[in-house]
């Protein structure tokens, strides 16, 4: 590419010189001065090639830059999502261990609520019923306390 701008322009100096040397009224000088017109349309020509070659050089290194970029952007976006997913994921599992440990507790004490005072009652009632022997509820504290048991659940 060098090659042709250095050959392009000593053709163009020789035409100018060559054109210097001709008399003003010289048929070969109006031919002379349109061939150096081309020559320099050929130069213009050929800094506007290389001109638009450079452009286009840069505008693909932009583009790829760009594009290098907004990939990164968008790993990183995708890295994001990941996370955010696995967050969720990991407070759902979280949210679902506690209710199922909610579940249980919640079972344990109604279990707890019906067995306890059954437990309660009968304990009470045997040594209660072993102390009155006779058949008969003679004292007082027993026959409070039987009157007191109803084994029935509040609400």
Do not use: C
């Not at 261990?97 to 004490?109: A, E, H, M, S, T």
């Amino acid at each position: 590419m060098a090659e042709i701008k250095s050959l392009l322009d000593e053709v163009i100096e020789a035409e100018i010189a060559y054109v210097g040397s001709l008399s003003p009224e010289d048929e070969k000088k109006s031919k002379a001065i349109q061939h150096l017109a081309d020559l320099h349309k050929l130069r213009i020509d050929e800094i506007k090639a290389k001109t638009d070659a450079d452009e286009k050089r840069l505008r693909r290194a932009m583009d790829s830059k760009q594009h290098r970029a907004e990939l990164t952007l968008k790993e990183r976006q995708a890295d994001g999502d990941e996370a955010a997913r696995a967050n969720e994921e990991q407070f759902k599992q979280h949210q679902l261990n506690d209710q199922v440990l909610d579940r249980y507790v919640k079972i344990g004490v109604a279990t707890a609520e019906l067995v306890l005072p059954l437990v309660f009652y009968g304990v009470w009632m045997k040594r209660g019923l072993k102390f009155e022997e006779t058949g008969t509820f003679t004292s007082q504290t027993f026959k409070n306390l039987f009157n007191r048991f109803k084994p029935t659940r509040k609400s």
